[in-house]
């Protein structure tokens, strides 16, 4: 991990935390020939190809950068079910019966993730238990209404709405009304998570080449995908470079909104010390619709993530705005060291519901998990390799969901999703 290369993962705690070896993974020299290329070392990516070897396919994956270079390696790392939009979203489009299968297959992605972690003895500090915390006691009529919903509709008992002494044994502190605990909820170190995956499916048997960016793809069977110093022959393309595809497949681009999100780490806190932030050890999402979410890494740093920027740079005044977060939520965290700092760009669909689909019989995508793509990824690469393999039934529940182009095309975007996002973070203060 300590190439020189302008597509590292940012220098980040989980950068200077990693423990997983992945071998050497040079970038494509010339022509190769194999059953599938995967586009995108992300956790999407990786899922795919290792999913796609253990069905006994040839597999490709080329990355840009280095695996786990984008939103996969620098996430806040919370692996929750459901999705980034409430399920009524997707209960409207499709229904009851096909929004119950979809949040079945969103736990299915926790699960999954778990397995994963198990069978290759993957070093990511995996820890269970949630919350989803309540600013407004608006929040808290509409986290009850959510857990009701769930139980009597969906058959999830897995919530409990915590209040008072019950919410302060898992948080300590006076700032939420409310929050609800989630027990399938959960978190974890995710470049090691993904690195992980890398190393699975690489020792399966997938050609993993790093450095490798995808240029072009010529659709068609077979269709070839370029890279600057080589290519890939391949029957099928799977698409998985989400926020940081840059115009490789036109169609995809205009589906997705890029937003780029950031993270604090403070110094290590002391045992005494983490007990009064987070003394269950659970990940925290508050429910503003601009949300801030957290928690402790393995050696007890507190991980905040919070704040949006859509130009790219980062907003001025980050630093002081998360410190004064954590000091109103912490007053025993004031003052305390900041040491690392870095943001990721998010996939954002306009519904907030994942997008996956295929736009030629043998080019599969899936993008746009709104920041709740932590555990779905790994499902959605799951998801593709069944349907490479002719059983797309699961694969085409997701894919059913409608989805709209942002408006105002490429240039206009932006500015429309400040807009929309401003109103947002004014109803947030309401
Ligand atoms: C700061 C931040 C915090 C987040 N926190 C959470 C969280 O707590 N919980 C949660 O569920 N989700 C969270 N998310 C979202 C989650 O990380 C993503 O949904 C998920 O990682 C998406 O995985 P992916 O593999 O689809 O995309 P990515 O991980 O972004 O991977 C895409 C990869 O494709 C590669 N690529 C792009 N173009 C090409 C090309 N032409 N050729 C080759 N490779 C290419 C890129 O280099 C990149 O490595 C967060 C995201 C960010 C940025």
Redesign the pocket.
Known sequence: MTRPTS?QAPASWYRDSVSVELGDCPALEGEVRADVCV???????CSAALHLVERGYSVVL????EI?????????????PGLGTDIHTVEKALGRERAREIWEMSREAVRLTAERVERHAIPCDLAWGSLHAAVKPRHVRELEAFRERLARDYDYEALTLLRGDALREHVVTDAYPAALHDDEGGHLH?LNY?LGLARAASEAGARVHQD????EIRRGKPAVVVTARGRVTADFVVM???????G?VPELSGRLMRAA???IATEPLSEARAAKVLPRNDALSDANFVLD?YRLSSDRRLIY?GEVSYTGREPRGLQARMDAKIARLFPVLRGIGIDYRW?????ITLNRAPDFGRLDDNLYY??G?S???????GLAGKLMAEAVAGQSERFDVFAAMPHRHFPGGEWLRTPLLVLATTFYKLRDRL
Request: proline share 3%.
């Open positions: 597509l586009i995108g070392g992300g956790i999407t990516g080329l990355e840009a950068g786990g270079h984008g939103a996969s390696g620098r996430s806040g790392g919370q692996i929750l995710p993904t490798s960016p995808a240029i998985g470079t989400n926020a940081y595809q840059s490789l999100n950031y993270i979410y993530g943001g990721g760009d998010v996939g899936a993008q998990y920041g709740h793509g932590m555990a779905l990824a």
